[in-house]
């Protein structure tokens, strides 16, 4: 089994900073892509930031310029930094991993959700 375990979510006021983080454990054999989500109360699911295996990035058009999506791939970890963080901001942020688990040649692909973290920012 695969595990997503995220911290660094918490309160802060509007203007300041906070990083999450997202290791995966478990038995991976490739991380395709890894990202974070978000979702505010009463609202959909929404991407922030995804990272793939080849380094590119997507942002949404919301955080472009304040938020920065790193990979270490020796931890299988993936961190957002998030910086000038506003009200709207405030939600439930969820890291995502798109997997190849199984052997090299019996492969599948699997997608796995972390818990999810808190991020409130205070006006």
């Known amino acids: 089994q695969v595990q997503l375990v995220e911290s660094g979510g918490g309160l802060v006021q509007a203007g300041g900073s906070l990083r999450l983080s997202c290791a995966a454990s478990?038995?991976?054999?490739?991380?395709?892509?890894m990202g974070w989500y978000r979702q505010a109360p009463g609202k959909q699911r929404e991407l922030v930031a995804i990272?793939?295996?080849?380094?590119?990035?997507n942002y949404a058009d919301s955080v472009k310029g304040r938020f920065t999506i790193s990979r270490d791939n020796a931890k299988n970890t993936v961190y957002l930094q998030m910086n000038s963080l506003k009200p709207e901001d405030t939600a439930v942020y969820y890291c995502?991993?798109?997997?190849?688990?199984?052997?090299?040649?019996?492969?599948?692909?699997?997608?796995?959700w972390g818990q999810g973290t808190q991020v409130t920012v205070s006006s």
């Open positions: 995502n991993a798109d997997l190849i688990r199984g052997t090299w040649y019996s492969k599948r692909v699997e997608n796995y």
């Open positions: 478990g038995s991976i054999l490739q991380i395709n892509a």
């Open positions: 990272r793939t295996s080849d380094s590119s990035t």
